[in-house]
């Protein structure tokens, strides 16, 4: 019988109140809340615990707090990334970042896919999709980017854009949902 906790990793809808998976989500909570309490001097570029949880942290990447995750695991940061106060990555699937990419103030990642059926979705069914965000991207403060979506590497992704489509290497987007700008 396959598990909830590897329907998700294979991209299938599984029940994201499962136990297994709630007892995860729960130890990223500590983890984030650690991070969060612990002053800045203590804490260092990440937090111990999540430092820890994270499933790869690059040379001289920094997260600020306050920051969130839902299980951390799926986390890969690039060496010298930037994450700046109130980001949050609901990595329900991998969730990929490049060396050197900085993230402007309450950045939000959503991997997680809620089923479009009313009954399913009461049931807790979700899918999670993997989000890849290349080398030295730059994303503005409280931009959006939804399950499923890659940016190139060097692309721009202004503030405030909710990114629904894939981003191609280098190019500029902005707005509701996120654009090519000229």
């Not at 050197?100 to 009313?118: E, M, N, S, W």
């Amino acid at each position: 019988m396959t598990s909830e906790r590897e329907k998700m990793r294979n991209g299938d809808w599984y029940r994201c109140l499962d136990p297994e998976l709630v007892a995860l989500h729960q130890k990223a909570r500590s983890a984030c809340h650690q991070h969060n309490i612990t002053p800045p001097g203590e804490r260092g570029r990440i937090g111990h615990q999540l430092f820890e949880l994270l499933g790869e942290t690059g040379v001289d990447a920094m997260i600020e707090a306050p920051f969130h995750c839902a299980y951390g695991f799926n986390i890969r940061l690039g060496a010298g990334v930037y994450m700046n106060a109130g980001c949050t990555i609901l990595d329900t699937a991998p969730v990929a970042i490049g060396d050197k990419t900085l993230f402007g103030p309450g950045v939000q990642i959503y991997c997680a896919d809620h089923h479009r059926d009313r009954a399913k979705r009461s049931a807790g069914l979700e899918r999670a999709l993997p989000v890849r965000i290349g080398k030295e991207v730059w994303i503005g403060g409280s931009a959006i980017i939804l399950p499923g979506v890659s940016i190139g590497d060097g692309a721009i992704i202004g503030a405030g854009s909710v990114v629904t489509r894939d981003v191609a290497q280098g190019e500029t987007v902005a707005g509701n949902p996120a654009g090519k700008t000229t």
